[in-house]
T-cell receptor, first 116, second 112 residues
Framework: NAGVMQNPRHLVRRRGQEARLRCSPM?????VYWYRQLPEEGLKFMVY????????ESGMPKERFSAEFPKEGPSILRIQQVVRGDSAAYFC??????????????FGPGTRLTVL | DQQVKQNSPSLSVQEGRISILNCDYT??????FLWYKKYPAEGPTFLIS?????DKNEDGRFTVFLNKSAKHLSLHIVPSQPGDSAVYFC???????????FGAGTRLTVKP
């Protein structure tokens, strides 16, 4: 299965702990996006990365949240000192080269974060 | 900022009838629109898209209509099938911007 992979699928953290969410894009995809879905809401864009570069982080909270997409390995979304309001489903998507008129994004199954 | 709106949180239709899901947007810079389908505990999957140079795109039972002057698009599913029951997200982006905006989703239930 060469789809977008995310792990863990479920993550439980206590307030103040750190959460690390991992995303492996589809083979051949060099663009990764992270989205957050709060209960009863749509997907909200957080950050767009290429290998070793953050291209657009306009949707990511300025504090406690960070993302990276290293040269080797998966993309990581890190949430430090989690709070209850961080409880959500976090989806990763990947796409091929930007610039094409058709930049369909393929989504992973998501990580459901629960903060106790 | 709700640049993409799906005002109907849910829709229920009978099997075999037409399902019409609506979406409105406010940003005139959007020029590419997509519909995603999402089952519980899964990520969204791409369904159909339309470029702003078109007003209709059809793929089997699924047709998307775009009305640029009204900043409105709709997804038609005909005939609807029970397997179509899912949450449908409308999304919009501009050609050079990967910041895709999603609506809140519409939960479609197709009754046998």
């Amino acid at each position: 299965n060469a789809g977008v992979m995310q792990n863990p699928r479920h993550l439980v953290r206590r307030r103040g702990q750190e959460a690390r969410l991992r995303c492996s894009p589809m083979k051949g995809h060099s663009h990764v996006y992270w989205y957050r879905q709060l209960p009863e809401e749509g997907l909200k864009f957080m950050v767009y990365l290429q290998k070793e570069n953050i291209i657009d982080e306009s949707g990511m909270p300025k504090e406690r949240f960070s993302a990276e997409f290293p040269k080797e390995g998966p993309s990581i979304l890190r949430i430090q000192q989690v709070v209850r309001g961080d409880s959500a489903a976090y989806f990763c998507a990947s796409s091929t080269l930007q610039g094409a008129s058709y930049n369909e994004q393929f989504f992973g199954p998501g990580t459901r974060l629960t903060v106790l | 900022d709700q640049q993409v709106k799906q005002n109907s949180p849910s829709l229920s239709v009978q099997e075999g009838r037409i399902s019409i899901l609506n979406c409105d947007y406010t940003n005139s810079m959007f020029d590419y629109f997509l519909w995603y389908k999402k089952y519980p505990a899964e990520g969204p999957t791409f369904l159909i898209s339309i470029s702003s140079i078109k007003d209709k795109n059809e793929d089997g039972r699924f047709t998307v209509f775009l009305n640029k002057s009204a900043k409105h698009l709709s997804l038609h599913i005909v005939p609807s099938q029970p397997g179509d029951s899912a949450v449908y997200f409308c999304a919009a982006s501009s050609d050079n911007n990967n910041d895709m905006r999603f609506g809140a989703g519409t939960r479609l239930t197709v009754k046998p």
